[in-house]
């Protein structure tokens, strides 16, 4: 089995890179991707785990970007983590989630017993912060029972706690990964319970500019979603990929819940820069 879209410590996820990678073992997989969202700061640990345990490693990151005013992540697999476009690009948007996330705190402070150092009490060493580690923050506290609940109330978009971060557009980001010799494939692209998502004429234009596949195979895609995106990805010329995005403990998905292809693994492994790093 192969997944494409796992989170450690690294980013919003609640395990270290090297037990996201035990744990893929121990689920049967024969292959995982670390993609943190905007940094590559899990891979060293992630791939001497891989050795360890049996399994092989692509290193990817979760990219977050806009279209059309929607959050789009961006999956990018096998990438030059040092390419200066890309790695300046990732530091511009870490640095508006950890600026957005304090704000977001000093706000819910006003109403909840939650202080920054809470939330910094359930980040790993140079975690990318974000909204799971103030939902993380807020259960502790009491004021929710889970991370779902923490995102369908006070940390949802349209609340008074809610700031946006910094997202570079998705197009030009694809080009960006494309540049830096990774692969791009569109997360979740049809997830309408986190929200809007973006039209079919988007995927296009990012199809035009270099995007390898769509990520169709995802829990929170229902099986009309699924078809639909299977036949645009047909239609476009597009890979299709399917994975867990686990993060733990932060959320119900389990390793291994949907799996990719080994034809599109290929495909993506010949595309990429770096090579997969197997046992």
């Known amino acids: 089995m192969i997944d494409l879209h796992t989170h450690s410590s690294a980013s919003d996820g609640t395990d270290a890179p090297a037990r996201v990678v035990a744990d893929a073992a121990a689920a049967g ?3 995982v991707a670390l993609t943190d969202h905007d940094t590559t700061a899990g891979w060293t640990e992630a791939a001497e785990a891989a050795q360890r345990h049996g399994v092989a490693l692509v290193r990817g ?3 977050s970007t806009r279209a059309d005013g929607v959050s789009v992540h961006l999956l990018s697999y096998l990438q030059d983590p040092t390419h200066p476009d890309l790695v300046a690009e990732m530091d511009v948007t870490r640095s508006s ?3 957005r996330a304090r704000r977001m705190v000093d706000l819910l402070a006003e109403d909840f017993p939650v202080t920054w150092e809470d939330v910094l009490a359930h980040t790993g060493p140079d975690a990318t912060i974000g909204r799971p580690h103030i939902a993380d923050a807020l259960v ?3 004021v929710v029972a889970s991370r ?12 008074r706690y809610y700031v946006p971060h910094h ?3 998705a197009v030009a980001t694809v080009r960006a990964v494309r540049a830096a010799g990774g692969v791009p494939v569109f997360a979740h692209p049809g997830a309408v319970a986190r929200g809007r998502v973006v039209p079919e004429r988007t995927i296009e234009e990012m199809a035009a500019a270099g995007l390898a596949g769509l990520e169709v195979d995802h829990r929170d895609h229902d099986a009309a979603t699924r078809d639909r995106l299977r036949d645009l990805a047909r239609a476009l010329g597009l890979l ?3 994975s867990s995005d686990y993060h733990g403990a932060g959320k119900p998905n389990r390793l291994g819940e ?3 292809s080994p034809e599109s693994l290929a495909v993506i492994e010949e595309q990429g820069l770096l090579d997969v790093i197997r046992p």
């Open 97 to 99: 989630r950890l600026t």
């Open 61 to 63: 990151t979760e990219i």
């Open 258 to 260: 949907n799996t990719t």
């Open 29 to 31: 997989l024969a292959v």
């Open 140 to 142: 502790t506290a009491g």
């Open 148 to 159: 779902d609940e923490a995102f369908a109330t006070v940390l949802q978009a349209g609340t």
């Open 240 to 242: 299709v990929t399917g």
């Open 167 to 169: 997202a570079p557009d």
